[in-house]
């Protein structure tokens, strides 16, 4: 294994130490190929992270073994699952702001055809409408799926999430009432061309409220198992943020039949022993691609990728049994870094796995700043970032 | 579609039914009268219009909504009285409203669903509510259906189902129209059930939040079966109609939304109690509708036990609204001029329901609050891995600092 280990604690570092190369390695800039750009766009038809073979479902243990496929995209995998839940249950109903037709990202295409207008609808342009008439209807007994069209657009609707959905079950007590039975569904991250109201990913703001669970999939067959966990299996008001980039260009074989996949439970995507990244939804393509450039150019290192998918409550065990073992952690995401998810990750391993941490866990996310129409290529996490904090931190 | 030569009618998809007119007038609210507010007896108890003499309303069933004023209204003194001596946290009193909190209440069946503001304390005596069931509420004990979780006068009932009072202002209005279109469906899924609607109360304050706008909105496009009943008190806190709107009230912004509203006189409990019983079976009509109630009354007391009323309103003011309406004495009247009430009987039932109320104010002070567990429990539906966690971490923190807190008020002590 190639990577410097300091004896002793790294209390005891300086930060000077820590940026010269005196070890005898070269620097991490000369590591990488020259080359070799970093900054490709995602080719989604060969990364690692999709079943673009019916037989590579089979590593995954929680996908049905047995089953048919079909290769479908992410909004195709959502609408699959959003007609496994209505056929599976009549409580099952679907709302928001232009789904009837289809939606504007096609997700709930063909449902009100057939499933009918009272259970697939249009509601007025209201998301505080959207979201409380959706507790209302959990409160009842129902499970509705209620969408919001942007993520960016969800803020109207922050006090009945916050304050109702939330709070509901913890104030009716013992009479037994609450909103679990529903499910917000929205689009989230970035697209390219999005700006201030189109690119938001708002999920660490609904990390901070007890009560609900945050769930992001990284891809279609993991979008079906986790939406219709979310709807068929969970007694508590979940926020399901769909990256929207991944709509059209994430193609992979999808069983054909209903499956569910576990909530709050992180999947180790790809097993390493030198360093741990976490992160969830697109930007693990980022990270996917940045390692293969890393392990390339370094033979022997090993990068550990982890897929939180629920971002709250989420896995912390799998992330210290990981970061235990490699020593060293990065956390990748879109949102903005200060107070974001990466936070909570990074102080949970400082204070979990204290003693194994060979270098300070970095944090890739978004620039404290706004996603201003012509800058979000410098504003998001992308490959060159997370792979200069790769070889950062394995040289550190 | 284009328009069709020499229509006399818009043929915009917004608004079909549209004359064209070449005559430029503004719709004024200041030349169309305001609604009419609908009453059945008038201040001396007495029916003003004979052919609404409650024929469907028997002797006993009169008495037990006077009853249930009563008790809220004695409830209302002792328990105001109790937070000034500081053994209460908080609490509000419904005084000058109860007529409309019982009054609709009993024009509704158990198969109703209700949300609740906080001012319907009646809502729930109506409903069933014990006086133990208010004491442990109020005191946040171990027999308290919220685990001690919520303030006072937050109130929730399971059968017949009252959804738990919230403090946020109108966040309840759209999730009763979403609870009502829950109702249909189910109705329509299972027609062996009994058809019900959702009654949602509110303040004429509430009504300027953008859930107001919201829930009567979808309400009225999805068609559900639902009952907004909006007492109309004249403040909200110190803030007087007059800066709370512009407009006829509440009851003209139902028009707008296209839906059937009324206008009642709150005092009155019969006329509350036959507009609810009205919009109840108009709101399960033709596959369900909602319709909209502005109960008109003035809010007597202080707006809760933190506010001081006569800061920004007259004393001589409440005090002639006190003396001149009320729905308690006008129901009174009533049942006196009936001969079924008396001074003897006012004294007498008074004075049972005092005791009967201290006798729990007490047994509910005295009670043990929650276990410690139920401040994690009911957050999800299982307690969360951090959660267990954090529980862990308080019981080893209270061993090590016994005396610094009064685990022992609680239910099971550390243990719990």
Known sequence: ?396 | ISQRPGSDKVRFPGAVDSKFTSEMAFSRPSTTPAMQTYRVMDSDGVIVDKQHEPSDVSDEEALTWYKNMLTVNIMDVIMFEAQRQGRLSFYMVSAGEEGIAVGSASALTDDDVIFCQYRETGVFAQRGMTIKQFMSQLFANKDDSGRGRNMPVHYGLERPRIFTISSPLATQLPQAAGAAYALKLQAMQNPNKPAGVVACYFGEGAASEGDFHAALNMAATRSCPIVFICRNNGFAISTPTLEQYRGDGIASRGIGYGIDTIRVDGNDIFAVREATKKARWMALEDGGRPILIEAMSYRVSHHSTSDDSFAYRARVEVEDWKRRDNPIIRLRKWLENKGLWNEELEQQTRTDLRAAILKEFNAGERAKKPPLKAMFTDVYENLTEEQEAQREELRKHLQKYPNEYHMNDYEGGIKG
């Open chain 1, 1 to 396: 294994m190639s990577i410097p280990r300091a004896a002793g604690r790294r209390l005891a570092r300086s930060w000077n130490q820590s940026h010269s190369h005196s070890h005898g390695y070269r620097p991490y800039s000369a590591a990488a190929s020259p080359a070799a750009r970093l900054n490709l766009p995602v080719d989604y038809k060969t990364t690692p992270l999709l079943h673009h073979a019916p037989s590579s479902l089979a590593s995954s243990q929680e996908l049905p073994q047995s089953a048919t496929t079909k290769r479908i995209n992410l909004y195709q995998a959502i609408n699959s699952a959003l007609r496994t839940a209505m056929s599976a249950s009549d409580k099952v109903i679907l709302f928001g702001e232009d789904v009837a037709f289809g939606g504007v990202f096609r997700c709930s295409m063909d449902l009100q055809m057939e499933f009918g207008s009272h259970r697939v609808f249009n509601t007025p342009l209201t998301e505080q409408g959207i979201a409380g008439f959706a507790i209302g209807a959990a409160a009842q007994g129902l499970k509705p799926v209620a969408e919001i069209q942007f993520a960016d657009y969800v803020f109207p609707a922050f006090d009945q999430i916050v304050n109702e959905a939330a709070k509901f079950r913890y104030r009716e007590g013992t009479t037994g009432a609450s909103a679990g039975g529903l499910v917000f569904r929205m689009p989230c991250g970035a697209v390219g061309h999005g700006a201030l109201y189109h690119t938001q990913s708002p999920e660490s703001l609904f990390a901070h409220i007890p009560g609900v669970r945050v769930v992001i999939p990284r891809s279609p067959s993991q979008a079906k198992g986790l939406l219709l966990s979310s709807i068929l299996e969970c007694n508590d008001p979940v926020i399901f943020m769909e990256p929207k980039i991944l709509y059209r260009a994430a193609v992979e074989h999808v069983p054909t039949e209903s499956y569910t996949i576990p909530l709050s439970k992180a999947e180790i995507i790809k097993p390493g022993s030198d360093l741990t990244i976490i992160s969830y939804g697109q930007p693990l393509y980022l990270c996917s691609q940045a390692i293969s450039a890393v392990e390339k150019a370094r033979k022997g290192v090993n990068i550990e990728l982890i897929d939180l998918r629920t971002i709250y409550p989420w896995d912390r065990q799998t992330v210290l049994d990981s970061v235990r073992r490699t020593g060293r952690a990065i956390v990748v995401h879109e949102s903005m870094v200060n107070y974001g998810v990466g936070a909570e990750v990074a102080a949970t391993i400082q204070e979990g796995a204290f003693l194994r941490l060979e270098a300070p866990v970095k944090r890739v996310a978004g620039l404290t700043t706004h996603s201003g129409l012509a800058f979000e290529s410098f504003i998001m996490p992308d490959v060159a970032k997370i792979h200069d904090a790769i070889t950062q931190t394995l040289d550190y």
